[in-house]
């Protein structure tokens, strides 16, 4: 176990190595003058003469390789570059931009892992019953559904027709209010910060510009959640030590809480997991459709603008992401299943 | 194969996706009839009915109504269905060979080869698809071909990964190893012991593949960063639909259909594969229903 993590650990920073490998060779096919914007550090800097300067600096009229390497010392010494499309640097804007895509996830994940599980749970439970039946058509519904058109649909449905869940982080009112000085900004996450400064209104508001995007989120990624939950559940189902405890005597819920329960968390880790690093690396299309202001919609942001710097920068930290994700979820397999032993 | 075929039309569900899927191959293979190209030189760019900006309600002269600066949606759709398969078999196609390819020289010798190649698909698969894809069109630029390769460019690692099993599960069984003795070259026992006996899962993987490669194509139009502005794509047409989610308070259903009609196109199609995909995954694995 010790070796394995070991070496998990050791590939981490080689297999990172190579992510920022690929994305820079791809982002390097651009022409070269566009490709100085991203080495510059504010936007005055960039005059045609500046950018010839940035150009010769950067070794951009050299080798790929050379490039490469000059690029990585000047990251190695947590310089990120500046970003066009946030104008800032890019180590603020991901300060900025990550707490909301922090608060939208986790605010959407909860929902999924109870309600998900309640219903998976349910429905395996009652199988062919109408219960089941109409759980698995929504669970196959929704799972077909593109993420963008269950946000557009939501946006549709709650913005365009009822007027609530608007989208964005909040209104303008809140957004003076927050800027006007009377509210301190602790964590970045709107829900706590205005707890912190026992504010109502902010908390309200706030509450309402999330609900629309964690409900695009909750729809489209429960589906799938619903599917393994109630899939593993019936595996389990189907073994004699759940015939044997149903043959003693036990009650439904006695058998689902301390048997069923336990003993799909493997595949739920694994999809819940891997959904959870998903929401983190920025569900771009639901950002993008609710003009929530986190990491994904930045993203987006700088690939229309060609914003190199900020483009590099994002899709580093989605990786980042995606590779400690699947490292704890390896942990947690480990954990949860003392069985489980990587040798 | 003919066997399994009956057994997944035997399912109820699968029988009406495949219904679905055989809709959509119909309305793609058709298209050129109902909906008479508009620019003789490439028949993907939507018919435009004026300039105004306000979309007009489905009449019988616009079967499902227009969008934004007039686009077509009913040409826009039929047209559209032609392109989504049309970018989703290249895609599976090209990154299937290069899968096969790959996956078959790094199963078949191992080792160095073998290291290397399965590190590289190890980088490639930990970026999340749509970030890469985005990436690599953005930098190409927005046309058809472009897409095809950002796609294929994320699409052929889980190719290559999934031969490569069947190909280390073949290459040991005993009928591989006496036609090595017997004197077979490697190019002949490839193609005649190893290729026809680990095709089929990636066959059957990337004919269920062609609704996410869809998925993934549209989501990169929705994003803007797809085909060129006006073309017949279905999630392009839906990106212009958000500009209508507001509508007159007294009218609240007038742009409605700018939202439904490409929304419900994707979802059936999606849907099609999802329900043949499903009753795939019953028989292979017969232990869950």
Known sequence: MKKYLIKKIFFIPLTFLGISFIIFFSINMLPTSILATGYASTDKELTKKDIEELIKKYDLDKGILKRYISWLSKTFCGDLGYSTSAKMSVTDAIKLYLPATCELALFSIIPIFLIGNFLGLKSAFKRNSYFDKIVKFLSTFFYSMPSFVIGIVILYVFYGIFGIFKPQRYSLETEILISSGNFTIYTGFMILDSIINLNLQVLFDSLMHLLGPSLAIFVGTSAIFIKITRSSALEELNKDYVRMLKAKGLDYNCIVSKHIRKNILIPQITIGGFQFIRLLSGVVIIETIFDWPGIGSWGVKSAWQLDIAGLMGFSLLISAFFLIGNLVIDILYVIVDPRIRYD | ?289
Not at chain 2, 46 to 70: A, D
Not at chain 2, 269 to 285: A, Q, T, Y
């Open chain 2, 1 to 289: 194969m003919i066997d399994f075929l009956k057994k997944i039309l035997s399912n109820r569900s699968s029988k009406f996706g495949f219904f679905i899927i055989l809709l959509y191959v119909v309305l793609a293979i058709v298209a050129p009839f109902i909906a008479l190209p508009y620019k003789e030189y490439d028949p993907y760019i939507v018919r435009q009915h004026g300039f105004e900006v306000e979309p007009k309600k489905p009449s019988l002269t616009y079967l499902f109504g227009t969008t934004q600066n007039q686009y077509d949606i009913f040409y826009a759709m039929i047209w559209g269905t032609r392109l989504a398969f049309k970018i989703s078999i290249s895609v599976v196609i090209i990154s299937s060979i290069i899968g096969v390819v790959l996956g078959g020289i790094s199963g078949y010798y191992g080792g160095f080869v073998d290291e290397i190649l399965m590190r590289f698909t190890d980088v490639i698969l930990s970026v999340p698809s749509l970030v890469l894809a985005m990436i690599i069109a953005v930098v190409l630029g927005p046309g058809i071909d472009n897409i095809i390769f950002a796609i294929c460019c994320v699409w052929w690692p889980s190719y290559a990964r999934m031969f490569r099993s069947e190909v280390l599960r073949i290459k040991n069984l005993n009928y591989v190893l006496y036609s090595k003795i017997s004197g077979g070259n490697t190019f002949w026992i490839f193609k005649r012991h190893i290729l026809p006996n680990s095709i089929y899962p990636v066959i059957i993987m990337a004919s269920l593949d062609i609704a996410n490669v869809v998925l993934l194509a549209s989501s990169l139009s929705f994003l803007g960063i797809g085909s060129p502005q006006g073309y017949a794509d279905w999630g392009q047409i839906i990106a212009m639909s958000r500009n209508w989610i507001m509508s007159s308070f007294s009218q609240p259903f007038s742009y409605a259909h700018t939202v439904i009609i490409p929304s419900s196109f994707i979802f059936f199609f999606v849907l099609g594969f999802n329900l043949v995909g499903e009753s795939f995954r019953d028989i292979f694995d017969p232990k869950i229903k």
